[in-house]
T-cell receptor, first 112, second 112 residues
Framework: KQEVTQIPAALSVPEGENLVLNCSFT??????LQWFRQDPGKGLTSLLLIQSSQREQTSGRLNASLDKSSGRSTLYIAASQPGDSATYLC???????????FGKGTKLSVIP | DTAVSQTPKYLVTQMGNDKSIKCEQNLGHDTMYWYKQDSKKFLKIMFSYNNKELIINETVPNRFSPKSPDKAHLNLHINSLELGDSAVYFC???????????FGSGTRLTVV
């Protein structure tokens, strides 16, 4: 059964710092990996989708990498801003499965 | 706007009542889901429908019954509501293949 772990559970950084969020998964037979952002009391916003054949994806100040063989992904946020404060969730579908398995998220606070 | 939309956004109801949450997607996706986010913010799959057929039914009380009248709609009916049903319920959709998921903005259910 797929399990997804996110480290750290919470992170507080001063504005302007670069930071890395980590995600690991137990079953490497995945189609893709998706990073989401959730603001308090809000829904999930998709940030980046990495296909299993890709190594990384970039969108603005965000860069996500995927090492499928080792079961790891990282989300790199450059020049963090207070508006980046949110919970970041990593999710993977299993092979042959429609089911998305989520990590418990990393709660990021960017201090002005 | 292309999106996954669910109604209502908020639902407060008394124990024992029956309620429904509606979800619609206009993305042309084949598969729709219901996820539950509990008080610890952990997201877990409840149901998945592919082209109106149930393909995932996780261990969920049979008081919860999904209904998919067509592939663009997936509604969730809950009978005899209990305090423990209080959570945020998210609808999502995806297209078969290595494409990402799109989530609705959630329905916050509070049972009093």
């Amino acid at each position: 059964k797929q399990e997804v772990t996110q480290i750290p559970a919470a992170l507080s950084v001063p504005e302007g710092e670069n930071l890395v969020l980590n995600c690991s998964f137990t079953d490497s037979a995945i189609y893709n990996l998706q990073w989401f952002r959730q603001d308090p009391g809000k829904g999930l916003t998709s940030l980046l989708l990495i296909q299993s054949s890709q190594r990384e994806q970039t969108s603005g100040r965000l860069n996500a990498s995927l090492d499928k063989s080792s079961g790891r992904s990282t989300l790199y946020i450059a020049a963090s801003q207070p508006g980046d404060s949110a919970t970041y969730l990593c999710a993977v579908p299993g092979a042959g499965s429609y089911q998305l398995t989520f990590g418990k998220g990393t709660k990021l606070s960017v201090i002005p | 706007d292309t999106a996954v939309s669910q109604t209502p956004k908020y639902l407060v109801t008394q124990m024992g009542n029956d309620k429904s949450i509606k979800c619609e997607q206009n993305l042309g996706h084949d598969t729709m889901y219901w996820y539950k986010q509990d008080s610890k913010k952990f997201l877990k799959i409840m149901f998945s429908y592919n082209n109106k057929e149930l393909i995932i039914n996780e261990t969920v009380p049979n008081r919860f019954s999904p209904k998919s009248p067509d592939k663009a709609h997936l509604n969730l009916h809950i009978n005899s509501l209990e305090l423990g049903d209080s959570a945020v319920y998210f609808c999502a959709s995806s297209q078969e293949g290595a494409h990402g998921y799109t989530f609705g903005s959630g329905t916050r259910l509070t049972v009093v």
